[in-house]
């Protein structure tokens, strides 16, 4: 009888529940919206809309990127533009591809509660043109609430000769995004894709930074060069659009173990100190080579430790175990400017 009256009760009980719980939502709805956390309470240093890749296991895109600037004391709001069981250099992957139309209801629903207060987009890898043609509109979108939004590209095309997105996104980044874009942070292969140069001297790497100011984008850091075995990054600021650009060089070490996650890292690190140092984009480059440096070299004693040969296949950086790298880094790697 005990069990019957027990059983009796539970669905009276829930049903209470349930009535508690629509009142509550209905008296929530007829209330104010809440604030624009963005306007009544902004970030020290900005709010980034990052748009980009995601993975469950592992740190590329997304899991690369948000975390260190989130440490530099940004606030992120990521995009995925896919999500992933894991990257796709493994010998499989599941997971769910973004498209456009996806895309642009998320910024619809960001809109209709006026939420889309951004100093900062970055973007990374995009795998398709109509993703990145809905991208163009969200920079359209983001720069009618916020004129003075900063874009952080990292045109994601391919590597060390190879092409891993379709060839048509090529024409798509040169002659839409790149106009749009505040600073631009390619590899060699990408910079020379972006401006028909073959990139084998420095004097090159300078030229197609001028190629690529002249597109738009006042920042350019070429993020690694390798020219006779040595690696470089080139970076150029044009402060005004009459001025020659002021142009730097670092010069970093090969480490030899391939990663995933180091290009999106490199690139948050070059938003988030170009950010605090505004015209002083040496110092900023400074700090993230020298952040990346540290990580990598992590990573490859750590997977040493274990027994491991670092050159026998990728590897995950060991983002969490460096954060102290990341908030603030010990700079080993200085700038050296050209006159």
């Known amino acids: 009888m005990l069990l019957r009256s027990q059983l009796i009760g539970r669905p009276q009980l829930g049903f209470f529940r349930e009535s508690h719980i629509l009142r509550s939502r209905s008296s929530r709805n007829s209330e104010m919206a809440p604030p624009i956390l963005s ?41 995925n533009s896919v999500q992933f069981s894991n990257h796709t250099g493994y010998p499989t992957f599941k997971g769910q591809v973004l498209n456009g139309q996806q895309l642009w209801e998320i910024i619809e629903g960001l809109e209709a509660n006026n939420l889309l207060y951004y100093t900062h987009l970055l973007t990374g890898y995009i795998g398709s043109v109509s993703f990145l043609n809905t991208v ?15 874009y952080v590209c990292d045109p994601v095309m391919g590597d060390e000769g190879k092409l ?37 001297s420095e004097r090159d790497g300078r030229e197609a930074c001028n190629i690529i100011h002249a597109a738009g984008p006042s920042k350019v850091v070429i993020t690694s060069i390798n020219i006779e075995g040595n690696l470089l990054l080139i970076g150029s600021h044009q402060k005004a659009k009459d001025q020659s650009a002021e142009q730097f060089k670092i010069v970093f070490p090969k480490i030899p173990a391939y990663f995933t996650g180091t290009g999106d890292l490199t690139t948050a690190l070059l938003l988030g100190w170009s950010n605090k140092y505004p015209d002083n984009l040496d110092k900023a480059a400074e700090l993230a080579v020298s952040s990346v440096q540290a990580l990598l070299q992590r990573t490859v004693n750590d997977y040493r430790s274990v027994g491991h040969n670092s050159q026998s296949s990728s590897l995950e950086i060991r983002l969490i175990q460096s954060q102290d790298d990341i908030r603030n880094p010990e700079v080993k790697f200085k700038a050296e400017k050209y006159n």
């Open 39 to 79: 306007l009544v309470l902004p970030s020290e240093t900005g709010r980034i809309l990052s748009i980009q890749s995601h993975t469950v296991q592992g740190y590329v895109g997304n899991k690369s990127a948000v975390f260190p600037l989130q440490l530099l004391g940004y606030d992120v709001d990521p995009i």
């Open 136 to 150: 163009l509109e969200v920079v359209k979108k983001l720069r009618s609430v916020n004129p003075k939004l900063t």
């Open 164 to 200: 891993y997105v379709p060839p048509e996104l090529v024409s798509v980044y040169r002659e839409k995004v790149v106009p749009v874009a505040s600073m631009l942070t390619p590899n060699q292969f990408e910079a020379e894709q972006l401006t028909c140069l073959r990139i084998g």
